[in-house]
């Protein structure tokens, strides 16, 4: 056995005894928040039929997927079950990448959801309800 305390113990000990508390919130032990954005491809994967329906505040994961044939710095997101819901957007994953690929944790929490009439739109997709479009937008921080 060692008689060596852990500098963070020590240190903690020594904050409280100075300061007289019983409890001292560290620096950076929080969220610090990135960005928000909407979720790209959304509309490829079932959603309607998720194991469990998203909701406001969800946490969901991000993995990146440096294999991606289409892009590199793919970032794919998912939710804590492990359904894939799309990927961050091509035109904002480049820095968010390179934090991950360092070994930064991101985290992820649903924003945002919404329901539209889109039954005039060209562009909704043949494979689904062209009547309903769900846009799910994600805050995104980096967690210290």
């Known amino acids: 056995m060692t008689d060596q305390v852990p500098m963070t113990t020590l240190m903690q ?21 990135l ?11 079932d959603i309607k039929n998720l194991s469990t329906p998203l909701q406001l505040a969800d946490a969901l994961l991000l993995r990146r997927e440096p294999d991606n044939i289409n892009d590199e710095l793919a970032i794919v997101i998912l939710t804590v079950s492990a359904q894939k819901l799309g990927y961050l957007p091509k035109f904002r994953n480049q820095v968010l990448a390179r934090l991950m690929d360092v070994g930064k944790s991101m985290v992820a929490e649903v924003a945002q959801l919404k329901t539209y009439d889109n039954t005039a739109s060209a562009y909704a997709p043949k494979s689904i309800d062209p009547t309903t479009i769900i846009d799910v937008r994600l805050r995104i921080s980096l967690r210290e």
Do not use: S
């Open 13 to 33: 000990q020594l904050m409280l005894q100075t300061l007289q508390k019983t409890a001292i919130a560290l620096p950076f032990a929080q969220d610090i928040f």
């Open 35 to 45: 960005l928000e954005t909407h979720i790209a491809g959304l509309h490829y994967y």
